[in-house]
């Protein structure tokens, strides 16, 4: 494919730093955040805050923070979505819990409602954890292309692009 320049609101950023563990699809990238990595939590794209969830977890709110936490020995997720001002809406998940991890919390410093901007921390996921982006069904991911977003490829949180949004869409 020849390379184009994008204007950064089309662009879908990583939410998280890791290393890419399942080849990207047309629809989702997977992420394993090791111990070693940065635990920060980015918004992929600039938008709108509209749900922030609990899969098999209890969400909390301490001191101004969403705090997503699973019972041991149980694995959960934190879902967040964004819609873009630009892009489609994303969603990702943040796995926690598994035996296979240290942790079984995350912390959010936004809410429902909240307008965030690409690249902007958003939270944090205590010690490794698991990440799942869901692209927009339009959206052109960067495998197509490159070597971006292949399976072992490191991604930092926040700067990483690891799909497009055509902007004639």
Same mark, same amino acid.
């Given at each position: 494919m020849e ?11 990583s939410p998280?730093?890791g ?5 990207i699809t047309?629809?989702?990238?997977q992420i394993h955040?090791?111990l ?8 992929p794209i600039?938008?709108?805050?509209t749900a922030i ?7 909390t709110?301490?001191h101004e923070?969403i705090?997503?936490e699973?019972?041991?020995? #149980?694995?959960? #997720?934190?879902?967040?979505e ?7 809406t994303?969603k990702?998940?943040l796995?926690?819990? #598994?035996?296979?991890?240290s942790?079984?919390?995350v912390e959010?410093?936004?809410k429902?409602?909240?307008?965030v #901007?690409?690249?902007?921390q958003?939270g944090?996921?205590?010690?490794g954890?698991l990440a799942?982006?869901f692209?927009p069904e339009?959206?052109?991911p960067?495998?197509s292309?490159d070597?971006?977003t292949r399976?072992?490829?490191v991604?930092?949180?926040?700067v990483t692009?690891?799909?497009y949004?055509?902007?004639w869409?």
């Amino acid at each position: 494919m020849e390379h184009m320049e994008i204007a950064d609101e089309y662009k879908i950023l990583s939410p998280v730093y890791g290393q890419v563990s399942k080849s990207i699809t047309d629809s989702s990238v997977q992420i394993h955040i090791g111990l070693h990595d940065v635990h920060i939590v980015y918004a992929p794209i600039s938008g709108i805050v509209t749900a922030i969830n609990a899969d098999n977890g209890v969400l909390t709110e301490e001191h101004e923070r969403i705090v997503f936490e699973v019972p041991e020995p #149980k694995v959960g #997720k934190a879902w967040i979505e964004v819609q873009g001002e630009a892009v489609d809406t994303v969603k990702f998940w943040l796995e926690v819990g #598994k035996p296979t991890y240290s942790t079984n919390r995350v912390e959010l410093y936004v809410k429902t409602g909240d307008r965030v #901007k690409a690249g902007q921390q958003i939270g944090e996921i205590i010690l490794g954890s698991l990440a799942m982006v869901f692209l927009p069904e339009a959206s052109i991911p960067t495998v197509s292309y490159d070597s971006t977003t292949r399976k072992g490829s490191v991604l930092t949180g926040g700067v990483t692009v690891i799909a497009y949004m055509p902007p004639w869409e």
